[in-house]
């Protein structure tokens, strides 16, 4: 009885030892972040990005659009919304942060084109309102260094939204300096960055 058994288990184990691999198992790798290649850094969807509007006198609503997209971009959709429902018409340095102040909204900001705070909303993510252009409010959405090696301003015109408007570093703080050199950020977080597979299975 013995050996009629010794023969299937025999075989069983056979089986069974040629079913481990010998191909090598690859060595998964952490990949580095994606967060830096974000372009640019204050990158709000185009479907989420605010366009300008009028009030009842005709008066266009640039800063409040670009106040939108700040609370947009920081994931206040409500308050990105009741803010669009309720402001309107054209706004000065002093009332825009009147408003600000009045719904308890966090910020930080520069009335001499301080460009310190434009370089810190590049690192953090964040997108400010800046004066820019005769008598008009844009999204100033960060600084990113080109493939030639340039450092470009990336701007969101709210008359305009659908792309980027892109200007060289030095001509742009000359320019945003000239046109009164305002500029408003949110102190709250901006949105999680896109998600993506940190860790590489392949074998190369």
């Known amino acids: 009885m013995r050996s009629i058994l010794f023969a299937p288990l025999l075989l069983i184990s056979l089986v069974l030892t040629g ?3 010998t191909a090598p198992v690859p060595e998964p790798r952490l990949l580095p972040s994606l967060a830096a290649a974000e372009v640019p ?3 709000l969807p185009v479907s989420m990005r605010p366009f300008n509007w009028t009030d009842e006198r005709g008066s266009g609503s640039c800063v409040n659009a670009s106040t939108v997209f700040n609370l947009r971009w920081s994931n206040q959709a409500q308050l990105a919304d009741w803010w ?3 402001h309107a018409g054209g706004e000065t340095s ?3 942060r009147l408003h600000h102040d ?5 910020y930080f900001y520069t009335l001499r084109a301080d460009p310190a705070l434009l370089d810190w909303c590049t690192r953090t993510r964040r997108s400010c309102l800046i004066w820019y252009y005769p008598s008009h409010c844009i999204n100033f959405c960060g600084f990113h260094r080109d493939e030639s ?3 470009m301003a990336y701007l969101l015109d709210n008359n305009r939204p659908r792309n980027w ?3 060289e570093r030095a001509k742009f703080l000359r320019e945003w ?5 305002f500029a408003l950020a949110l102190a709250a977080d901006p949105i999680p960055p896109p998600l993506y597979d940190a860790i590489d299975r392949s074998q190369g």
């Open 41 to 43: 850094a204050a990158n």
């Open 177 to 181: 300096a000239g046109y009164g050199g």
């Open 102 to 106: 009045a719904r308890n909204v966090r």
């Open 19 to 21: 079913c481990a691999s």
């Open 94 to 96: 002093s009332s825009i």
């Open 165 to 167: 408007i892109r200007v």
């Open 149 to 151: 090696g340039k450092v």
């Open 84 to 86: 669009r429902r309720n």
